[in-house]
């Protein structure tokens, strides 16, 4: 039984220009921390990720999510997860912030997180094993489908599955392998062209075969001659993806893309608001072949529907501490695999959370496991860091989420 | 100069069920209030709606953008407010909280009321009064078009502005005859039908020719008898609205908006999740010639430009204490006259602020005088309560925006 709760802002200053984009010049990578506390010593950890200031409104917010949990066991919780999300996602007052966005989602995915922390350290698992041993019906129990009934239902979500199910085994050799990461730190914006190139070989040393570049200058040609550079070091064969941070509107959009298209980029991120569904759309007709990436900044499964439904997107980067945590990352995920996309999670939580959730969309949804973005700059603020090797994230092994905090005190 | 500002935490218990809908069924009406502290001994007033919980952390956010006001000249800040704009919603710490959605757009909305109030309190005038003096230039300098481009550039806004001002006069009549109002209050969703019978009538008998009905019960049959209640009692040439505040999921909306057809509806309002513009779209597609209306939680012009790109909405309800405010209100009634689509606000404000903004909508953009939502319960809350007769809103003559609150002190 949760008996008591603990919300936490930690705030972390970055070195240098690393974190820095073309809007977020500054950043200060920020948590805003769920502990809860069961009767059996075990403590649940869930956070959602901001850029520091008003994090601890998310904190606040957090709190009143929270607070609605105490006295909850939560295998029991668990069982019926969905209905618990549908009720504090609509909850009558505090709905008005959002719905199911700002503030009050953030709050959300970092209360949904511990629970789904506590959750699998009781059963002593990581948080991936606990999901890929759930069956079909358990899982779907975990998840709201609301608002999604006209593309996915809750009966149509376990068909598909279901239907995943005999293939599972040959899947579970990434196990062993690990799965492949991409380096998201050679090119923050700030970094010099030098620094960039420099980045970029390193990464190539230590194996990645994969790496992202931000973009979005007000000077195009800063951006076409840095996708340049790192086209160069990076030769051929190694994707490169460039991230515009939603710096364009659509017509400068449409322009840059058409420019950048001579380097050959996996994809181009962000590209432009990211409510703009029909921006998006014009945009990815305009500039095919290249495709776009997004989703860092999508708040709910109805919104990430509406990109899907206008096949707008190639990759969809949910991100597990943006939307309402590891509830609503499952219910996007399921549609992305309804419509054949695959899913590249923006990675909030520095891969820590994430490194399980694509574990499991490749094992129990068979979902392709292409790469999952590596941000190295809060490694060591983890009590069980993220490990990546030649490249690649090693399984983690230790039970729960990965999600504890060094300065959060339990 | 402002030298000091201050925020204000205000909660209002509503009566019996007044204020219920399908989704809110114990609302406590509630403002973050920004006052702006002019050294000439002016106060500028302006606020955000939300329902109770969690207004104290849209307080929050108004104070941190409030605070950056301190020491400017509002006849200066004005001159260029959509630069001011653009600079606060894109704070590059502050909006990944949003961007430009949630609890840190509802406080920029309540820090840019007050922004307006302000400013015409110094010119001696009530806000409708300074907006339709503005010449088309200095009105466009209000406003922050970003991501809006690829369908309404400032030129362009300019020019459609330009275009009406050689009708202008005409269309001053409004000012005498007042702005024509509807009833909300007939029918809030726990309100018994022999409730809604009996404020029917006293809608009709208080000079009202249209008027609005919550519906979205779990007994799809419950919404059905109800609205030929009203339909019965009101008569065929009174305009009956039904609102279902976002109840419906796409199945349900397409089946019950068709079995309430035979009604003949005006609008059907908010049927299902506001980010779902693509299920608006089916839906209007589907139910036509039945229309519908939204716009209550629609945070920010972007969406509002997806929802007008697809023409499912028929009736734009952009709220000023939703939306970033005055400012953004006019950015999305730009966009609206652009695409030939009414305004016909929400009114969080209980219509205080929004009498003010459909005398400008319609005298300086040429939009229809239609009607503006009518909601008494806070009228006893306000130093200058609007004045409906017969009806019809009178057209203030305070200066300012009448939004300054008898228990918020200066």
């Known amino acids: 039984m949760i008996k008591h709760i603990q919300i936490a802002d930690s705030r972390y200053q970055l070195d240098g220009s690393a974190g820095s984009d073309a809007i977020h010049r500054d950043p200060i990578y920020s948590y805003a921390v769920t502990q809860l506390f069961d009767d059996s010593g075990i403590t649940g950890t869930g956070f959602a990720f901001t850029l520091g200031e008003g994090n601890d409104l998310v904190c606040k917010a957090a709190q009143y999510y929270a607070q609605q949990l105490i006295g909850k066991d939560i295998e029991e919780t668990m069982a019926q997860f969905g209905t618990l999300f549908r009720k504090l996602s609509n909850d009558q007052q ?55 009934e006209d593309e996915l239902t809750e009966e149509q979500a376990l068909e598909l599955l279901k239907s995943q199910v005999q293939s599972k085994p040959e899947r579970m050799s990434i196990i062993d392998m690990g799965y492949p990461g991409y380096d998201t730190s050679i090119g923050w914006f700030n970094y010099s062209d030098e620094k960039v190139r420099e980045n970029c070989k390193k990464a190539i040393e230590s194996g990645f075969t994969a790496m992202k570049l931000k973009v979005g200058s007000a000077d195009p040609e800063r951006d076409i001659r840095r996708s340049h550079i790192v086209r160069e070091v990076a030769g051929e064969q190694v994707k490169v993806m460039l991230d515009a941070n939603q710096q364009w509107n659509l017509p400068q959009a449409i322009s840059i893309c058409g420019k950048l298209k001579s380097m050959n980029p996996y994809w181009i991120e962000e590209p432009t608001h990211p409510d703009d569904v029909l921006a998006h759309k014009t945009l990815a007709d305009a500039i095919a072949p290249v495709k776009l990436a997004l989703g860092e900044h999508v708040p709910n499964k109805v919104i990430f529907k509406n990109y899907l439904q206008t096949g707008s997107a190639s990759f969809i980067q949910v991100d597990a501490v943006r939307v309402g945590g590891v509830s609503e990352f499952i219910a996007v995920s399921l549609l992305c695999k309804k419509f054949g996309i695959p899913v590249v999670p923006h990675v909030g939580d520095m891969g820590q959370l994430h490194q399980h959730l694509v574990l499991f969309n490749h094992i129990s949804m068979g979902h392709e496991a292409l790469f999952l973005e590596h941000i190295p700059h809060l490694q060591n603020k983890f009590v069980h860091p993220a490990k990546i090797v030649n490249g690649v994230y090693q399984t983690p092994q230790e039970p729960g989420s990965s999600c504890e905090l060094l300065d959060v005190k339990s």
């Open 94 to 148: 505090f709905r008005w912030l959002g719905p199911h966005k700002g503030v009050v989602h953030l709050a959300l995915a970092s209360v949904t997180n511990a629970c789904y922390d506590l959750w699998a350290k009781k059963r002593e698992v990581p948080l991936w094993k606990l999901l890929i041993d759930l069956s079909p019906e358990e899982l779907i129990r975990t998840v709201d489908f609301s608002y999604l």
